[in-house]
């Protein structure tokens, strides 16, 4: 039996806006607990929420990114529940006329395939507040606290239909819109500070099925790499329980990261009734033409547009186009080098390669890159006008990413400059020759196809006694010279 | 000194007749002398009272003073006051003391008024008897036995039995109006938004405006005149500039067209209401008032509907009463389901549970179209009954309750019987208009209230027409046996 997994998404982003969704409490990462959360977010009696404008601006301009349709009469609505880090025993979110509607986007594989998602909509909503149990506290047992300090902060859930087929499509989903995302500037994405959240519905069917199987919700996902593992494992159990003949049941899961296995969260809850109705706090949000109109225009270059121009303009590869365009920062980062060095081509090497291997060992991003964008640009700049080889080159970067300074200051102060002195290097060649007369006798006796073959040993040799600094066209010209003047 | 209106209170401290401190100090004596038998406050802030008193007469005598610099007032329990306990009458916030101080007490604040204390009100404005009150029923001046009306009827009563000269309200479904018709007072209900909700503890969000209770239709307007205007802190509180609703007040009405709706004098009415009622509208043809018989033909599904939307706007609303952070906690909770359960259980009153119970089912799964939007549609066509009718008239008139003021306990047993008190006032907050209540008249030795509602944002005219009548007539000035 051959089994398709079917995945639809319900990413959480919170948007990056100075102030809360609905109150004037800084939204500020970090801070001590309950320092950031005013009387509206602490629900106090009488107070009333008052929209902040920039939460609507963000949201379309996501959806405009999306090609999704804008909601221009949205609604917020009261979602019911109790829970202590929830003050008003509510959440204010958006239901039956959310600000963004269907949409849809491209995603890329690693294979180097595209593949169209739709987006089911996506809606404006507050956080709710933390929960910190025990262990955060060091006197009593058994003690909970809450920090609101993330109550009221604004969220957009953007909720796919179904149309993923594995966890890799999964992740460049979930790439994608984090890659949009930061791009508009409207979140940080920085999922290790929940900025960004994903929980995932996956249910398996027999390949060519068209009805869809019993889904499972696995919750609060927050890096690429659980989701890829979480549905992976969780698609696996299903495949596993119904080929023992079992049913999978619909219910929320958590993945346990520890064990590599999801597990029942709420299988002996009765199910929810939120009450859902329209906020009468709240009036609908109405959005003329004109201002979604000024919007669209002020949005920034996209991924999909930054990579296509990456490949008309800068002639780069398809894949390498995508690469570099995944992150806003890593494309400016790239766009910097390849202007400032003349040089797209080798900039795109050396930023997916060197760099890429560098920030990956020392656990940074391209932002806090060690070698800054001019300093890599002055690098291609030395390599393309022959100051140095690419090997020497490398030498250069290591000592860069120490802060040692820019190109020149490197190659000056460690001595690098590539020799192309040719009387400097036609002594280094004698020299070779003479110390490996034997190599030369055999060159000599050698039949003539065997020849251009041997003939490394002695570039290699001469390579070495420059510490790797002479010219190898100029090396392989005179070597060829004076190995013919032997014969 | 107590029976002086808010307009003569201005004049009075302007001539230097008496000072702020002298009134104010006469009106806490009379509070402490008189209060125990109506029960019309919950706290009496006697020494904030004076000091803010004695500000305002250093005001005055430096001869810049705000509107009401100096006047004593009284608000409704409702409105948060920075520093002072705002409990909705609920044993849920006895404890509870705001940081803050509501935009209408702010807006007191600033126009000079001094402030008495908080008012009696039935719990978090649940009622029409002032019955459910945590601190106790609340007694009508003009017979202690009987109620005063609710939701604000600790703001009525203490206007009737002259404690104050005006206090602040608030209406969901008739809170202002039926006990000002009750006590024998000019209560006012503006259009939904006039007057901002920031600091008003919600009941209903969609239905609840502040309004004043007075003695007069020109201290109504003097109140209202503070209290109404914007506030960036309120999404629905309308985005006009603050208005002096005293500058109509002497217009003519000659030519006034009155709407009478054939629905609110059917089945239920108390006909000796009915004909005090009757007998204003003649009084208004004398005035070169036209009558001009009209239907609202909705009218019958607006207590069925206010019932289902009232709560359930009410069942979110109380849900932040979660013992988690402020209000009351039950005693050690065994966990965090005890904890909800207790407080509210313990925290609430029977009539506040009834209806979050109301509210909850109104808005459950599978029932919330045949509830909720059913009633938001009946909500449509209350409001175009009014569109309508004001296509044709100026004012909308008719009684304010179907009966006099009843006797304590009467109608506890039965809560259908309670919510058809406020079955001719209701309406008005389901389409947002403003509406009125000022004495007409006595029916069985009681009070009998005249409703007039106005069309959107018509306060300015239909105080005028209010107090054309009182210029007329002299129910408003009539004082309850235990005031004298």
């Known amino acids: 039996m051959e089994w398709e997994v079917v995945i639809g998404l319900e990413v959480h982003v919170q948007l990056a806006t100075q102030s809360k969704i609905f109150s004037g409490a800084s939204t500020a990462f970090g801070a001590e607990p309950n320092t950031q959360a005013c009387a509206i977010d602490l629900a106090m009696p009488g107070t009333l929420p008052v929209p902040n404008e920039e939460a609507f601006r963000y949201a379309v301009m996501f959806g405009l990114a999306m090609n999704a349709e804008i909601g221009k009469r949205s609604v917020f609505e009261r979602k019911n529940y109790f829970y202590p880090d929830l003050p008003k025993g509510y959440q204010t979110t958006q239901l039956e006329q959310p600000i963004v509607g269907a949409g849809q986007i491209e995603i890329h594989l690693e294979d180097g395939s595209s593949k169209t998602v739709r987006l089911h909509h996506a809606h404006l909503e507050e956080d709710a507040g933390k929960s910190l149990h025990e262990a955060v506290f060091d006197s009593g047992h058994g003690m909970s606290g809450i920090d609101l300090n993330r109550a009221g902060t604004p969220l957009i859930e953007i909720v796919s239909e179904p149309d993923m087929r594995s966890a890799a499509e999964a992740v460049a989903y979930l790439k994608k819109i984090h890659s949009i995302v930061t791009y508009l500037g409207i979140s940080d994405g920085d999922m290790s500070q929940g900025s960004l959240r994903c929980d995932a519905n996956v249910s398996v069917r027999l390949k060519g099925e068209e009805e869809l199987g019993t889904r499972a919700e696995i919750k609060n996902l927050n890096s690429f790499r659980f989701i890829e593992k979480a549905i992976k494992v969780e698609a696996q159990r299903q495949i596993d329980l119904i080929e023992d003949g079992g049913k999978v049941v619909q219910e929320t899961r958590l993945y346990d990261a520890d064990k590599n ?53 800068y002639g780069l590869s398809a894949y390498d186009a995508d690469q570099l365009t995944q992150e806003r920062a890593t494309a400016d980062y790239f766009e910097q080098v390849a202007t400032k060095s003349g040089e797209p081509k080798l900039a795109a090497n050396w930023v997916m390669g060197e760099l890429a291997a560098l920030l990956n060992r020392e656990d940074k991003s391209i932002v806090d890159s060690p070698v800054p964008a001019e300093h890599l640009a002055s690098l291609i700049a030395r390599i393309k006008d022959n100051t140095i080889s690419s090997k020497i080159a490398k030498q250069v970067f290591e000592a860069m990413a120490n802060g040692e300074g820019d190109a020149d200051t490197v190659i000056e102060a460690k001595g690098l400059k590539q020799v192309t002195d040719t009387g400097a290097i036609e002594k280094l060649v004698d020299d070779v020759l003479a110390a490996n007369g034997a190599q030369v006798e055999n060159y000599r006796s050698a039949d003539p196809d065997k020849r251009p073959k041997m003939m490394g040993f002695f570039v290699g040799q001469i390579m070495k006694a420059s510490k790797g600094q002479a010219n190898p066209q100029m090396i392989n010209e005179i070597l060829q010279q004076k190995l013919n003047a032997l014969l | ?130 019955e459910s009150s945590y601190y106790g029923a609340v007694k009508n001046p003009w017979d202690v036995e009987r109620i005063p009306g609710g939701s604000s009827g600790g703001s009525a009563a203490a206007v009737a039995a002259q404690l104050v000269p005006a206090t602040t309200a608030s209406d969901t479904g008739g809170s202002i109006r039926q006990p000002a018709a009750m006590t ?49 802190k309120d999404s629905t509180c309308l985005d006009r500039p603050t208005q002096d609703y005293t500058a109509n007040l002497n217009e003519s009405i000659s030519g006034l067209k009155i709407g009478v709706p054939s629905e609110y004098f059917g089945e239920g009415l108390d006909s000796e209401v009915g004909a005090r009622v009757q007998e204003a509208l003649k009084e208004y043809e004398k005035l070169g008032a036209e009558l001009v018989e009209i239907s609202l033909p909705h009218s019958k599904l607006a207590v069925p509907a206010y019932y289902v939307i009232a709560p359930a706007e009410a069942s979110a609303n109380l849900s932040r009463f979660d013992g988690v952070r402020y209000g009351y906690r039950c005693e050690n909770p065994a966990d965090l ?12 009153g029977e009539e506040v549970k009834r209806r979050i119970l109301v509210g909850s089912y109104a808005l459950s799964a599978g029932y919330y179209d045949a509830y909720y939007n059913k009633a938001q549609q009946v909500r449509r066509l209350i409001k175009q009954d009014f569109v309508d009718a004001f296509q044709k008239v100026d004012v909308i008139m008719g009684p304010t309750a179907p009966n006099p003021a009843f006797k304590l306990g009467e109608k506890n047993a039965d809560p259908v019987a309670m919510y ?65």
């Not at chain 2, 702020?20 to 019309?40: A, G, K």
């Not at chain 2, 007072?185 to 007075?214: E, N």
């Not at chain 2, 079955?423 to 008249?441: D, H």
Request: charged share 20%; with cysteine.
């Open chain 2, 1 to 130: 000194m107590h029976q002086l209106t808010i307009a003569e209170i201005i004049r009075g401290l302007r001539d230097r007749q008496f000072s702020s401190v002298e009134i104010t100090s006469h009106l806490l004596e009379r509070i402490q002398q008189l209060d125990s038998q109506f029960n019309s406050f919950i706290t009496v802030t006697g020494e904030q009272a004076i000091q803010q008193a004695a500000a305002a007469d250093a005001r005055l005598a430096q001869g810049n003073a705000p509107a009401l610099c100096g006047v004593p007032i009284a608000h409704k329990d409702i409105f948060c006051t920075n520093g002072v306990r705002t409990s909705c009458a609920s044993k849920m916030l006895d404890n509870f003391v705001p940081p803050y101080d509501a935009t209408v007490v702010d807006n007191f604040l600033q126009a000079g008024a001094v402030s008495l204390g908080k008012t009696n009100m039935d719990e978090f404005a649940m009622g029409s008897s002032n």
């Open chain 2, 337 to 348: 389901r005890d904890l909800y359960m207790r407080s509210r259980g313990e925290g609430f």
């Open chain 2, 184 to 232: 024998g007072t000019t209560g006012l209900k503006p259009t939904y938004g006039r007057v901002s909700r920031w600091g008003m503890i919600a009941f209903a969000s969609s239905l609840d405006q502040g309004g004043p209770i007075a003695r007069t239709a020109e201290d109504a307007a003097l109140m209202l005149s503070v209290m109404a205007g914007p506030d960036t």
């Open chain 2, 420 to 484: 058809l008190e406020d079955i001719y006032t209701i309406a008005t907050n389901l389409a947002g208009l403003p509406g009125m209540s000022i004495p007409c008249g006595f029916a069985h030795g009681l009070p009998v209230g005249l409703q007039l509602i106005g069309n959107y944002l018509d306060e300015a005219r239909m105080l005028n027409i209010a107090h054309q009548f009182q210029q007329a007539s002299d129910w408003h000035q009539k004082i309850a046996p235990a005031a004298q």
């Open chain 1, 261 to 313: 296995e999801t597990r029942s969260m709420r299988s002996k809850e009765v199910a929810n009734d939120y009450r859902y109705f329209p906020c009468p706090d709240l009036l609908p949000v109405v959005l003329s033409d004109e201002y979604i109109e000024q919007i669209r225009a002020e949005l920034p270059e996209l991924p999909d547009a930054k990579c296509a121009r990456f490949e008309s303009e």
